[in-house]
């Protein structure tokens, strides 16, 4: 089967493009250019997929200029993750290293839970840890220091919406991935595939959760803020689930001063 031909056939549109495909089709780089004018020739003359493309693309718009993002506390800083202040530099840190990112195996990451269900294989996040040149695996429950580097990456055996979270220890919830944004990200099917950042932690100390929510519709960061506030109930270390329609996963860190 031809990479255009997989994204077509859905149960209710036999031989249209899936819901992931249309939504795929609006961003730079989320399908290949073969797959991009496939979906592109298929909704010129089909009028569902026409008013599906026309209403996704008004969604995005409504969702990155009218939904706000998640906002912490006047005067601190985000969280204990901190973005790289110049992406070149981390792309560039990211290719010395992605031979030994690869190569070196995950670590265990708490039990997945959730109300979605997706086929083939159970949807999964890992991450690996960059400490003065040394990479290992991350894993739940692991004590970090200022200055480490982490890089997530995702496995999932079909085209779905993920969406990268951290709740610190006083409740407060800033968005890993995509950084920025007021929703979740579209992304492909693979296999331990790296996220197109990384993050270099910071001097706040104490333990911190990082959700990674797959879900198949977009997930708003609004929603993911409401959620931490109904389920808190005063330790991170308890806030294992979040009241989500998402397949769920988190690890608990816990970030101590360098010696």
């Given at each position: ?65 009218e939904l706000p993002v998640l906002e912490l506390e ?87 919406y993920l969406l990268v979270v951290n709740v610190d ?91």
């Open positions: 089967m031809s990479e255009p031909e997989r994204l077509l056939g859905t149960r209710r549109h036999p031989g249209c493009p899936t819901e992931i495909a249309l939504a795929l089709s609006l961003t730079d780089g989320g399908l290949a250019a073969s797959e991009r004018r496939a979906v592109r020739e298929h909704a010129e003359g089909c009028a569902h997929c026409s008013q599906r493309l026309f209403d996704l693309e008004r969604e995005r718009q409504q969702l990155h200029h006047t005067g601190r800083q985000p969280s204990m993750l901190r973005w790289w202040p110049a992406l070149a530099a981390a792309c560039a840190c990211m290719l010395l290293l992605a031979g030994v990112w690869m190569l070196w195996p995950a670590g265990p990451a708490e039990p997945a839970t959730g109300s979605v269900r997706f086929k083939g294989c159970t949807p999964r996040a890992s991450f690996r840890v960059e400490r003065q040149g040394r990479v290992f695996a991350g894993r739940s429950g692991m004590r970090l220091l200022a200055g480490d580097r982490i890089c997530f990456a995702y496995s999932i055996s079909e085209d779905a220890g006083q409740g407060r919830p800033s968005i890993y991935y995509p950084a920025g944004a007021a929703c979740s990200a579209a992304i492909r099917a693979g296999e331990e595939v790296f996220l197109p950042i990384s993050t270099r932690l910071d001097d706040y100390l104490g333990p911190e959760r990082i959700f990674a929510l797959f879900s198949r519709r977009l997930l708003t960061c609004a929603a993911v803020e409401a959620a931490v506030r109904r389920a808190w109930a005063g330790s991170v270390e308890d806030l294992e689930t979040l009241p989500l329609d998402a397949f769920q996963q988190s690890f608990l860190i816990i970030k101590v001063a360098a010696e």
